[in-house]
C-alpha cells in the first residue's frame, strides 16, 4: 500500500485550548415563568386525557367535545414538549 506524502510545510494541527475563541453563557438560564407555563401545559394535557378517560361519559362539557377531548388533551402536552426547546 502507498504511503501519504508529507510536505515540508504543512500547517501541523494543534489542539492547544489558547486557540479557541471563548463563548460566553448567559447565567441567567430560563425565566422561571417560562418552566411553569411548560410543566403546566404538560399536566393540563395529560390531565385532560385522564379525566376523560375515567369520567368523561360524566361531565357535560366533555360528552359534548366527544373526539375532540383527544385533540385538547394532547395538543396542550405537545404545546409544553415543544416549548421545552426554548429551555436552557
Keep these: 500500500m502507498p504511503k501519504a506524502k ?10 492547544n485550548a489558547d486557540n479557541r475563541t471563548p463563548v460566553k453563557i448567559s447565567s441567567s438560564g430560563t425565566p422561571i415563568w417560562y418552566k411553569v407555563i411548560m410543566f403546566g ?3 393540563a394535557g395529560l390531565l385532560w386525557l385522564v379525566v ?9 362539557v366533555m360528552r359534548e367535545l366527544g373526539p375532540w377531548n383527544y385533540g ?6 405537545i404545546l409544553g414538549l415543544l416549548m421545552t426547546m426554548g429551555w436552557r
Design 6 to 15: 508529507v510536505s515540508q510545510n504543512a500547517v501541523p494541527i494543534s489542539s
Design 41 to 43: 401545559l404538560m399536566l
Design 72 to 77: 385538547i388533551g394532547f395538543g396542550l402536552f
Design 52 to 60: 376523560n378517560y375515567l369520567a368523561g361519559t360524566d361531565i357535560s
